[in-house]
């Protein structure tokens, strides 16, 4: 025992009604919601590099936190291991989720990293088989050091790239061994800053190199868990080549990858990019590369990522709403890529931070569910298109020509009439349940 946590007790389910800031009014793993208990629908992790490798600073100011498990040494390493996994055990969550960076101190060189990162490896190893926690996906940490200034896989550089993969390597190793359900690929440097040095050409030819070199050795090495992508728009690079989930699905098809790569969506990231996260998780849905999410919020008051944790009902129910929709998740979950406020020091706050974002998950949940089961928005949306389900527009889609269609409209007399969409009367019906 740490002792970091000293005095705070595992978080229970005590209901609505519950006055105890240290329990759960919504979550309550156990209950079935449409069919599932409630954690396989929620699948909750926590997120290492926010919860214990970020110091407390933004772009404006340095560190506020201080944490025992601070520092560059490998006892402060299996120290942090330690405190997260008593973290994990206290809010009964059954998955987190870690960057190569966020585990391992930065060694002297590549070898140097690589041994330390495996003796991590080997900790979580013995962690998981005395805690409950599973890990639910890795990823390498390709866009703090320095050497990624200009990108990762996209690097003008050769030795770049091949440092790159080879860390991606190593971290592919190390969620296998770990039985992870999912690796992913977080471009944060894959993008440019102006076209005046840049070849787009060059760079995405070797992102989407990087990507099939991924995938062939996931298949090599006998891994049975999904590959992601997560989708960035912007922040730092000026553009970054994985804008939304419609740009990746474009590269993905490009380079023959559709059928291997999924992606995880980030609430805030959809916001960068100027869509709503249940936009981004139907496409993915309808576009056959749905994976998982990661759930935090921006301030909708600043124009940067911000990294909190969601605090509204409403908006969860509508992502839920859409995951529901798809079939729920398969290998991926709810990654809390959220972080503290600089201001919230204490252990309490780390704790309590993640009882409300759970709560608030759970309830969107089970209001997207009752809505899903109440059925009248999926009929409202089926009688709007129900004109398609008629033989004659089935046939004009499968193979009508514009001259077909032409000679039918010119003898028949068609005169088609606006219909009205309803949306304020579908919205009226979805406030009822949430």
Not at 190 to 206: A, K, P, S, V
Not at 297 to 321: I, L
Request: hydrophobic share 40%; with cysteine; glycine share 8%.
């Amino acid at each position: 025992m740490t002792g970091y946590f000293n005095g705070i007790p595992a978080i229970r389910y005590e209901g609505p009604e519950s006055e105890n800031d240290f329990a759960f009014r919504h979550y309550n793993p156990d209950e079935v919601v449409a069919g599932r208990r409630m954690e396989d629908h929620l699948r909750f992790a926590v997120a290492y590099w926010h919860s214990f490798a970020w110091p407390g600073g933004d772009p404006f100011g340095g560190q506020t936190f201080e944490r025992p498990w601070f520092g560059d040494t490998m006892e402060h390493a299996r120290l942090k291991a330690d405190a997260a996994f008593e973290m994990f055990d206290i809010l009964g969550v059954p998955y987190f989720c870690f960057h190569d960076a966020d585990v391992r101190p930065e060694a002297g060189s590549f070898a140097a990293s690589l041994k330390q990162f495996e003796a991590i490896v080997d900790h979580f190893g013995a962690k998981m088989q005395t805690h409950r926690a599973r890990l639910l996906w890795s990823t390498a940490n390709l866009f703090s050091h320095r050497r990624f200034m200009a990108g990762a896989a996209t690097n003008p550089d050769p030795e770049v790239f091949a440092w790159s993969a080879a860390t991606v390597k190593a971290c592919m190793d190390a969620t296998h061994r770990l039985g992870g359900q999912n690796y992913v690929l977080w471009g944060g440097r894959e993008g440019y800053e102006t076209l005046l040095n840049t070849d787009l050409g060059r760079e995405r030819h070797q992102a989407g190199r990087f990507l099939q070199m991924v995938v062939d050795y996931k298949h090599r090495i006998g891994f049975k868990g999904t590959i992601l992508i997560e989708p960035k728009p912007q922040e730092p690079s000026k553009h970054q080549y994985d804008y939304d989930v419609a740009t990746v699905y474009g590269f993905l098809k490009d380079f023959g990858l559709e059928q291997e790569v999924k992606v995880n969506i980030e609430q805030g990231h959809a916001i960068l990019a100027g869509h709503s996260f249940e936009h981004e998780i139907a496409l993915a849905a309808s576009l056959g590369i749905f994976g998982s999410i990661d759930m935090n919020r921006n301030d909708y008051q600043s124009g940067w990522d911000t990294d909190q944790f969601p605090d509204s009902v409403p908006e969860m129910a509508r992502a839920y709403y859409e995951i529901l929709r798809a079939g729920g998740f398969t290998t991926g979950g709810t990654n809390f890529d959220a972080k503290l406020r600089r201001q919230s020091l204490d252990p309490e706050d780390l704790i309590l931070a993640h009882v409300g974002a759970m709560d608030i998950c759970a309830r969107a949940l089970k209001a997207a569910a009752a809505l899903l089961q109440d059925g009248a928005l999926e009929r409202a949306r089926a009688e709007r298109y129900a004109g398609w389900d008629r033989p004659e527009a089935k046939s004009m889609l499968a193979t009508g020509t514009l001259e077909s269609i032409s000679a039918r409209v010119l003898e028949s007399g068609l005169d088609p009439k606006p219909r009205s969409g309803c949306q304020e009367r579908l919205e009226n019906l979805w406030n009822r349940f949430v």
